[in-house]
């Protein structure tokens, strides 16, 4: 090994020369070195230093990830075969440091490589029975990737799926919480003269063609926003929830059909705002009028249970809740209608500081109802103690206060919490960040419609539409939306009762 040490060790430059390479010499230098690496067999790349070192512990995976890409694929191929002398332990200590440590501007041309890694990490979790292990470091290497998060790819969908199979959902927040704006294949877009131009937008590198993700189905996007959203739900986390519902509700699909995924994410999506804003949310403006009517038919049953959270009876509520329980389990949907129940009554307490600026205990214990019973709260102390936790938790801006021998006091804020003036910066700040990066990801988009086929031919579509006096269902066309496959479906909150 050590006399390949020299040639491996070659590129880039280190330490790197007084002016920076261009992205052409880069390209070509990188290009001769994976050439070279490509084809060295495995039993050369699995050789020990002369003092008996294993060469993963010599080479620097963030200064040499195209040597250490290979040699860490030759690792594994040994692990998988069974050769004497491989550490499992200590190969999945160097794929999941790889994974976090890999350099962003090299990894762009080794995609069917990492693609691999990714995988065997995934594969090594749910084979030892512990997927929520590869969760961290899948994260880890995708924001690596793509820093932006707005490029939805392959390995997205596998780490939503195994977050909802481990039940283990934190560590892919960073990356779910993402908004995703461009999917791999999108057709009619110009050719990088270089990939390793750090300057590129996402879609311009992540590309099929480069191995970094694999073409993505209709169906697969609909799982990704369906899952994501199932993950929030995990988190109580109602508005990215409804975010992300959202957007499998809103895609665009053939003559406004709708398919099972986008049905069923429409009923998560119906309870989950009335857990987020406490009534029956109108669909988003883009929703097509075929995909609402039939949104309309396919999800009565918790359209109607909304409509009584937003103007009935907590006892009507319950009723209602209690006839449809067939419904709710048949749609792995009881959880969360078991937290709208419990929902309510806070959104009672909340709705109470439109009326009073200040409210007794006993009174808000008559004055609302639980829907989880159909009943008055059983005592004041059951009263407090549910407010205290509604505004330990967030939910009420308010104070209470206590006097000897008296009941507590709620007292509401006038206009929820008040920031302090650094943090009051810190919000604009980050504000204007986001500003700023939405208008660059909004001048890329239309920079996309511009020199898209379908796109152009939908405006078309459109504009003979409105000359012929037409105002009919504007979906826009692609793919048959029928969906034939079955989505294991899950109660992400039905363990918390």
């Known amino acids: 090994m050590d006399n390949l040490l020299p040639n491996l060790l070659s590129f880039p430059p280190h330490p790197p020369p007084p002016n920076p390479i261009s992205d052409y010499a880069y390209d070509q230098g990188i290009r001769e070195q994976i050439d070279y690496v490509r084809k060295l067999a495995d039993s050369k790349l699995l050789q020990q230093t002369s003092g008996g070192e294993n060469v993963l512990d010599v080479i620097n995976p963030a200064l040499n990830t195209v040597p250490y890409t290979f040699i860490l694929l030759a690792n594994i191929s040994a692990l998988k075969k069974g050769t004497k002398g491989v550490d499992m332990e200590k190969i999945w200590g160097k794929m999941t440091t790889f994974l976090g440590t890999f350099d962003p501007r090299q990894i762009r041309y080794l995609g069917e490589q990492l693609s691999t890694i990714l995988d065997a990490v995934a594969s090594i979790a749910v084979t030892n029975r512990q997927p929520w292990v590869a969760l961290a470091p899948i994260r880890e290497a ?110 665009p699909a053939k003559e406004g059909s709708v398919s099972k995924i986008m049905a069923e994410a429409y009923k998560k999506w119906v309870l989950v705002g009335l857990l987020q804003e406490g009534k029956l949310l109108n669909l988003p403006r883009s929703t097509s009028s075929n995909a609402a009517k039939q949104y309309h038919t396919l999800a009565k049953p918790y359209e109607t249970f909304a409509q009584i959270f937003e103007n009935g009876t907590a006892s009507r509520l319950k009723a209602e809740a209690d006839q449809g329980l067939t419904v709710w389990q048949n749609d792995c949907n009881t959880g969360l209608v078991l937290h709208v129940l419990a929902a309510y009554q806070k959104f009672q307490i909340r709705n109470l500081a439109n009326i009073y600026s200040k409210i007794s205990i006993p009174e808000i214990v008559s004055q609302t109802m639980s829907a989880e019973t159909g009943n008055k709260l059983p005592s004041p102390q059951t009263g407090e103690k549910l407010v205290q936790e509604m505004i330990n938790q967030g939910e009420l801006h308010a104070t209470m206060s206590t006097s000897p021998g008296q009941p507590a006091v709620v007292t509401f804020a006038v206009s929820g919490p008040i920031l302090t003036e650094v943090e009051m910066q810190r919000e604009l700040g980050a504000a204007t960040e986001r500003i700023h990066a939405l208008t660059k990801e909004i001048k890329q988009t239309d920079r996309m419609l511009t020199h898209d086929k379908d796109y152009i031919k939908f ?39």
């Not at 003269?193 to 099929?208: A, E, V």
């Not at 479906?489 to 363990?495: A, K, L």
Request: proline share 5%.
């Open 142 to 251: 995708l924001l690596r990737l793509d820093p932006t998060g707005t490029m939805l790819t392959t390995s997205h969908l596998a780490l939503v799926r195994l977050a909802l199979d481990s039940h283990t959902y934190n560590p892919v927040v960073p990356v779910i919480e993402k908004f995703i704006l461009y999917f791999p294949g999108t057709t009619n877009q110009p050719k990088p003269k270089y990939i390793c131009d750090m300057s590129l937008n996402p879609m311009q590198y992540i590309t099929p063609a480069s191995g970094l993700t694999q073409k993505l189905k209709y169906q697969d996007v609909l799982e990704y926003f369906l899952y994501s959203g199932m993950v929030f739900i995990g988190l109580r986390n109602w508005e990215g929830a409804l975010q992300c519902l959202e957007n499998a509700v809103t895609y």
């Open 459 to 497: 405006i078309q579509k459109q504009r003979k539409n409105i000359r012929q006096g037409s105002t009919g269902d504007q979906g826009i066309s692609g793919a048959d939306m029928d969906w034939g496959g079955d989505v294991e479906d899950e109660d992400i909150m039905g363990g918390l009762y």
